[in-house]
Nanobody
């Protein structure tokens, strides 16, 4: 059973920063591709960033250069460092774990609100 717990969301002013954390309870964390998704009201969930089990990263065009995804396999954790935040980054952010068999697990989400 995979359990993902996000933390670090909150209210921040435009131009500010937040760091989201995701702690994973699963076996062989290093074998999973880890991602952050976000969902805005009335919109579909979208991929924000991925860090593969090999360490390669991929970002949505809208966040490239502002967000950084990282992981620590020894701690079973993944982070999303978000800088230069914009009001359009406001969303619920979800941690995702994809197994080698491509089974997806999700956290409960954490709210990020960018507003003055």
């Amino acid at each position: 059973q995979v359990r993902l717990v996000e933390s670090g969301g909150g209210l921040v002013q435009p131009g500010g920063s937040l760091r989201l954390s995701c702690t994973a309870s699963l076996n062989i964390f290093s074998m999973y591709d880890m991602s952050w998704f976000r969902q805005q009201p009335g919109k579909q969930r979208e991929l924000v960033a991925t860090i593969a089990r090999g360490g390669s990263t991929n970002y949505a065009t809208s966040v490239k250069g502002r967000f950084t995804i990282s992981r620590d396999n020894a701690k079973n954790m993944v982070w999303l460092q978000m800088n230069s935040l914009k009001p359009e980054d406001t969303a619920v952010y979800y941690c995702n774990a994809r197994s080698p068999s491509r089974f997806d697990s999700w956290g409960q989400g954490t709210q990020v609100t960018v507003s003055s």
